[in-house]
């Protein structure tokens, strides 16, 4: 975890999964073939449906198009779901998604199951001008801290750090920094330790995770 990570998304194909109609394009993995921790872009065709499943180390879903839904309800785009230990679901889509998520990485007992629909959310002004944030996960005793950010067109944070790490991944738009531009798609990881400053020339949505990087 002491490198810079960058994955596009965009690059990669669509690989098999145990249902044969959900794929997934895996960003990250560390781990047994379908028991390490994973974060992944996955499809739901329409139809599809898996298999009732419990969530060892937490399960986080982000709705990136289309509809999921569970027994226990239905998640349409921009849906945020934390699954935490304990908790499981036999997930299905009607119409097919896309959906962003995490495999074990949010272990520990006492978690509080989240599920948000972020639409309905306001955008909160920041510091920095032009940036907008909708909180979506921050609980005591615990080093992760998940949000979205909106960068309007010509927005630039400030220089920043990021002791404890960050993870992003842009689901509109475009942005970039001293290392490179990532489009729509892309996943960085920070390592703890690293700075930098972020700007986006025609505007971005971001899913932006903070802390807990060291522990994967």
Known sequence: MSALAVVRSADMDWQASPSPTVWRKRLYFDGPAEAGIVTSVVRYEAGSEFPTHHHPGGEEIF???????????????????????????APFSKDGCTLFVKLRQ????????VEMNSGALDWQPRNDTGVWQKPLYRQGGYREWTQLLKLD??????????????????????????FGAYPAGTWIRYPPGSSHTVKSLKGAILYVRLGGIAEQ
């Open 63 to 89: 709705v990136l198009d289309g509809i999921f839904s569970d027994e226990h309800g239905d998640y349409p785009a921009g849906a945020y779901l934390l699954n935490p230990d304990g908790t499981s679901h």
């Open 153 to 178: 067109p010509g927005a630039q944070s400030p220089p920043h750090d990021h002791p404890n790490g960050e993870e992003v991944f842009v689901i509109d738009g475009a942005i970039e920094d001293e």
């Open 106 to 113: 949010y272990g520990g007992e006492g978690r509080t199951q």
